[in-house]
Structures are given as C-alpha cells and as structure tokens.
C-alpha cells in the first residue's frame, strides 16, 4: 500500500527542474551571470600566468598578484597553491541600489557566497559558518578543498544539476541566491 | 500504520543490512540526488533577500521534517520496513562507534585527501557516485573532528541547554536570535572560534568533508543526523507542554522578517503543509 505521510495527498516527489540558460530571469542574477561570463574570460588568461603558481607545493602564505583595490577590497591572490579572486561589481544602477554583488572565484571556477544577517559570508563549500570577509570566506573554502579537487561550475549545467539558484515551487515559491549578495 | 525510528547503536544486523540496500537503491534510481539538490535550492542565508524555509529560520525543523519524511517514503517503495535510524552524537562520539561501521556508512575519510574507504558508501563500491556536489569530486568526504583545528561533537549538556529554553524561537528569527529553542539547536552561535558552531551545525562542521557544504545531502549520515534532530523537537514539546511553534502569525509589513519567514499556520514550500500541522508526527512515526 502507497502511504503519504501528508494530509490530503501524495507528495511530490519530483523537483521541477528550471531550464537552463534563459531561466535566469531575475535582474540581479542576470547582472551576475554577464559579469561571471566576462571574468571567466578574463580569468583565462590570468590564469595562465599563475599556471606555475597553482601547480606549485602549497605555500603556507599567500601571494598577492596585483595590489588589491581599496576601495573595494577585491583580492586576486594565491593561498594555499590555489588562485583565488575576488570582486565586487557595482557599474550599474541595481549594483549601486543593492551595494553591489561579490563574484568570487577559485582557480577560475565560481564560488557562490551568501550573506548572513550579522554581515558574515558564507560559502557553498562551508555552509554553517560565516567568515567576515569574502576573501575569510575563499580561503576557508580553499581550506576545505581536496588535493585534486575543484570546484564544480554550477552555472554550467555540465553537471546535469543546477545551479543557476531560481526555484520555482508555487506563489511561495524560495529562491536560492547564488551569486546574488547585496 | 505508525513505524518507528530507532537508535542506529540498536539496530540488528539484519536492519543494517536493510536500510543501506534500500539507500543504494534510491541512489540508483536516480532519486537520492533530487534530494541533494532540493536542498542545495532552499538553503537560503538570512542576510540575503527572499522566503527562508530551511535554515537560519523557524521552518528549519518543521522543513527538515518533512524532507526526512520523503526520503523515508522514497526508502519504504523499496522496502517498507524501512525506517530512518537516529544518530545520538551525545552518546556515540568516536570514529568507531556507530553509525561508522563497515556494515553501515563507513568511516572516516583517509587522510590525503579524504575519502571515505569503508562501508557500502565508498566510492570503490561503485554505488555511490556524487554527481550533485558542490566540488568535481565523485568520492564521499569526511574529516572527522577536524584534525588540523580540532572540535568536538556537541555535549549532552549542551544540547540540554537547548532543551530547556522554553520557547520556541524570538525576533529576529534568524541566525542572528539568540534565545529560543530553534537556534540554540540549529546552532549559530555567537562566539569566536569552536563557539560559532553550536548542536547541530557543529555536528555538520564535525563531520566534514560533505556534510559541511550545500551539499551535505551527498552524506548519508545528514539524515541519521537530522533525525536525531528531529527527535529533539519532540522531547522539546513533550518537556514543555503547551509550547508551540513561533510565530504565531506572519511579521507585519514594517518587519525586517516581513515575508521572509513562516508562521505557524503558514504553508511551508515545497509541501505545501503549515508548521502547525507537522508538530505532531505521533500518527505517522515514533521514536524509541
């Protein structure tokens, strides 16, 4: 006998899968994603030329590339043999509204942060704790990666996941804000 | 007919057995990666905009209930007598005790780059290949207690102290409330160091590997972890009588929760269902 723990019906099982690409209808995200496509372009190159860097023994201090930007806090450095960036958009008029969004990335591969109410940033690799920084929060991650491992590209869909962060579930329905951080 | 959850250190060889052929098969059925992603999906962080449900939220309870309930439903269509088994990590606290066993999830990950090698979970196996992860690899993590920082699993009497605040949950009802029952067993704590991890995020960030990321779903010990969470809510209730779910009503309009999270006799995505009506599970399952 089928037995559904909920009153008044079986539940759903399936999730509905949100279609890749033209799915990311909402600004912010839209914002986000043209930026990511832009610094993934850019990090190609970079990452050529720390290609010898990230191949390197794990260096117990990190090596800032170029100075960072102080009015912004970017960081584009390499910590623990690995290249992480940071930093932050804020050319339109939304970024200006919402106080910009934080992209940030290890070896060239996006690292989705969220924002905790206390200010902290969490990341998609260390989900329950928050660091000060986006940069506390990249190296924490890199802390947490595997000698051989990277960051799976979520916006890419070549994972048959998701990643572009909209869920669809009804009039309540929750979003979950990759890539989105006011 | 009501089933029962039982203590994982109880389990008869036989019930091992049964519960970790019926995982495999939900794996293999392409189902159990549906639910690493879902939540993956609702893991919305309060100082972000938007419906929190999961996390950092009263429905943290009532959300993971339900969620544990479907993968129980899920488990049951291959094997009704299947029932997800709690993990008591006040009484079983080493890397040999359960649910580590070779006959159940394994153990540790190796060292060199955290692996798990044991149990029916290990990559080698072939049964158990992560494809909803927040990193490329493919193989289970774990790192228990964080051997370059160590930390311990959460103390009997510190999940007491959760127990004993008599409410439910207080303004703001985030990851920043200090009192109330839910945070002080959700577990984002206010201190520095090992203090920022309290109960049961200190029990994810015990784990490692995994069960510290979005993905900690990929684990199968979130769920026998989140039982024993579960399990909780219930003694929470049955020690104070007459305390409910907070709030009681939706934030008002000027609230900085306005819309954010989900009063008690709200419905709660993707169910559908109010955390009112999930207080009480005694018609569907019990604890022993």
């Known amino acids: 006998m089928f037995a559904s723990w909920m009153p008044g019906g079986a539940p759903r099982h399936g999730r509905s899968r949100v279609p890749a690409g033209p799915a990311r209808r909402r600004g912010t995200e839209r914002v986000a994603g043209g930026l990511a496509l832009t610094r993934r372009g850019a990090m190609r190159g970079l990452l050529v030329s720390v290609v010898g860097m990230a191949l390197a023994p794990v260096v117990a201090a990190s090596r800032p590339l170029r100075r960072r930007h102080p009015r912004d806090s970017s960081f584009d450095e390499v910590y623990r043999g690995r290249h992480i960036f940071g930093t932050k958009s804020g050319s339109d008029g939304r970024a200006a509204f919402t106080g910009g969004a934080w992209q940030v990335t290890v070896d060239g591969r996006p690292l989705h942060l969220m924002r905790r109410a206390d200010g902290g940033y969490l990341s998609m690799v260390d989900h329950y704790e928050s660091y000060p920084t986006p940069l506390a929060a990249a190296r924490a991650a890199v802390d947490e990666l595997g000698p051989e491992e990277q960051l799976r590209d979520m916006d890419d869909g070549a994972d048959g996941g998701r990643g572009t962060g909209t869920r669809k579930s009804g009039t309540e329905g929750s979003g979950h804000h990759h890539g989105v951080h006011p | ?288």
């Open chain 2, 1 to 288: 007919m009501v089933y029962t959850r039982k203590d994982v250190s109880t389990l008869t060889k036989a019930e091992r057995r049964r519960f970790v052929t019926a995982m495999l098969e939900v794996k293999r059925r392409g189902e159990y990666d549906e639910f690493v992603r879902r939540h993956i999906d609702y893991y919305v962080s309060d100082g972000d905009g938007g419906l929190r449900t999961a996390h950092m939220a009263p429905s943290f309870l009532p959300w993971h209930r339900c969620f544990l309930l479907d993968l129980e439903q899920a488990l049951q269509r291959v094997d009704p007598g299947v029932s997800v088994p709690y993990w008591d990590w006040t009484r079983d606290r080493t890397p040999a005790s359960a649910p580590w066993t070779k006959d159940l999830l394994g153990g540790d990950g190796r060292s060199s780059d955290r692996q798990v090698m044991t149990g029916p979970f290990a990559y080698a196996q072939g049964k158990w290949t992560i494809r909803a992860g927040v990193t490329d690899g493919e193989f289970l993590t774990r790192e228990f207690g964080r051997p370059r920082k160590p930390i311990q699993l959460p103390t009997r009497a510190e999940l007491k102290a959760a127990l004993d605040d008599p409410v439910y949950d207080t303004a703001p009802y985030d990851s920043t409330t200090t009192r109330g029952f839910r945070n002080r067993l959700e577990g984002w704590g206010h201190g520095t160091g090992n203090a920022t991890w309290e109960n049961h995020n200190r029990v994810h960030r015990w784990v490692g590997g995994h069960m510290l990321g979005g993905a900690s779903v990929n684990d199968p010990a979130f769920w026998l972890h989140h039982a024993f969470v579960d399990l909780q809510w219930s003694r929470w209730r049955q020690r104070h009588r007459g305390a409910r779910y907070l709030p009681e009503r939706p934030p008002g309009s000027r609230d900085s929760q306005y819309r954010r999270i989900v009063a008690r006799h709200e419905k709660m995505p993707p169910w559908g269902v109010t955390p009112a009506s999930m207080e009480d599970h005694s018609h569907i399952y019990r604890y022993a």
